[in-house]
């Protein structure tokens, strides 16, 4: 039997990413429009003949001085994933505060492990799935936007919007993504293939709000070897109840399988 359903207060950070997620749409219009209006101080400085706009971004965002904020849709390649790591590594040894901003399906990829998953600590990454267009604020000051472009590092082209009203609306934003985003988690497979999957058979049941001996009884595993798996899911995620841990394990694509 299922449980009562979740309250509207557990729903509200759904609620809030969403409307956060259409905000940023406007905000990239607008981000779009400053680009072609004389209102917005766009660099001189564009990508030189041959040069990747990725590498152009990269040298762009070293320029910081105290903070970044990156929402980073996806990461086009290894070798982009190569150049968005070095870029951050570099921001940490100068001191400067980075946050990376991704969707979960990012951080699945062999390619992410490879690259920026081997900075650890170095920057804070979190994750959300109202992360749609790259941009980054720079120092609370300027805004970077590469225009995207499927299959081309950081898009064909991008501009450096010096603009206080369009650089202050874009770090809100980010932040307020940033506030209700999760911190990623690794996938529920690393145990192995059989343990994984009963692991994420687990969690679906829990997040469905299933009693224990219902859900034992549906894995058909006895209701002390259940709750023994219940026990080291929550311990892992760092909740108090069952409903939390279904939903932040599917808010952060814990349950899905990293691509090998």
Same mark, same amino acid.
């Given at each position: 039997?299922?449980?009562?359903?979740?309250?509207?207060?557990?729903?509200?950070?759904?609620?809030?990413?969403?409307?956060? #997620?259409?905000?940023?749409?406007?905000?990239?219009?607008?981000?779009?429009?400053?680009?072609?209006?004389? *209102?917005?101080?766009?660099?001189?400085?564009?990508?030189?003949?041959?040069?990747?706009?990725?590498?152009?971004?990269?040298?762009?965002?070293?320029?910081?001085?105290?903070?970044?904020?990156?929402?980073?849709?996806?990461?086009?390649?290894?070798?982009? #994933?190569?150049?968005?790591?070095?870029?951050?590594?570099?921001?940490?040894?100068?001191?400067?505060?980075?946050?990376?901003?991704?969707?979960?399906?990012?951080?699945?990829?062999?390619?992410?492990?490879?690259?920026?998953?081997?900075?650890?600590?170095?920057?804070?990454?979190?994750?959300?799935?109202?992360?749609? !267009?790259?941009?980054?604020?720079?120092?609370?000051?300027?805004? *970077?936007?590469?225009?995207?472009?499927?299959?081309?590092?950081?898009?064909?082209?991008?501009?450096? *919007?010096?603009?206080?009203?369009?650089?202050?609306?874009?770090?809100?934003?980010?932040?307020?993504?940033?506030?209700?985003?999760?911190?990623?988690?690794?996938?529920?497979?690393?145990?192995?293939?059989?343990?994984?999957?009963?692991?994420?058979?687990?969690?679906?049941?829990?997040?469905?709000?299933?009693?224990?001996?219902?859900?034992?009884?549906?894995? #058909?595993?006895?209701?002390?070897?259940?709750?023994?798996?219940?026990?080291?899911?929550?311990?892992?995620? !760092?909740?108090?109840?069952?409903? !939390?841990? #279904?939903?932040?394990?599917?808010?952060?694509?814990?349950?899905?399988?990293?691509?090998?």
């Amino acid at each position: 039997m299922a449980a009562d359903a979740p309250s509207a207060a557990e729903g509200a950070p759904d609620t809030l990413e969403t409307a956060l #997620g259409q905000a940023l749409s406007l905000l990239e219009m607008a981000v779009h429009h400053h680009r072609r209006s004389a *209102i917005a101080s766009v660099a001189a400085e564009l990508p030189v003949d041959g040069e990747p706009v990725a590498g152009w971004v990269a040298r762009l965002v070293l320029r910081a001085e105290r903070a970044v904020i990156w929402s980073l849709p996806e990461v086009a390649s290894e070798e982009h #994933g190569r150049l968005i790591a070095q870029t951050l590594a570099q921001l940490a040894d100068k001191g400067v505060s980075t946050r990376l901003l991704c969707p979960s399906s990012i951080i699945r990829g062999a390619q992410w492990a490879r690259t920026v998953g081997t900075l650890g600590s170095q920057v804070e990454v979190r994750v959300s799935g109202a992360v749609r !267009q790259e941009l980054v604020v720079v120092d609370g000051s300027a805004v *970077i936007a590469p225009d995207a472009a499927p299959g081309e590092p950081g898009g064909s082209r991008a501009s450096m *919007i010096q603009n206080s009203t369009v650089a202050d609306m874009t770090h809100r934003l980010l932040t307020g993504i940033w506030d209700t985003a999760q911190r990623p988690a690794r996938p529920l497979s690393f145990e192995g293939g059989a343990r994984g999957r009963v692991l994420r058979e687990v969690l679906i049941l829990m997040a469905e709000g299933y009693k224990d001996d219902a859900a034992a009884r549906k894995l #058909g595993l006895s209701v002390r070897t259940y709750r023994r798996y219940v026990a080291d899911i929550m311990r892992d995620l !760092q909740v108090d109840s069952r409903f !939390q841990a #279904g939903v932040r394990a599917v808010r952060t694509g814990l349950m899905e399988t990293y691509d090998e």
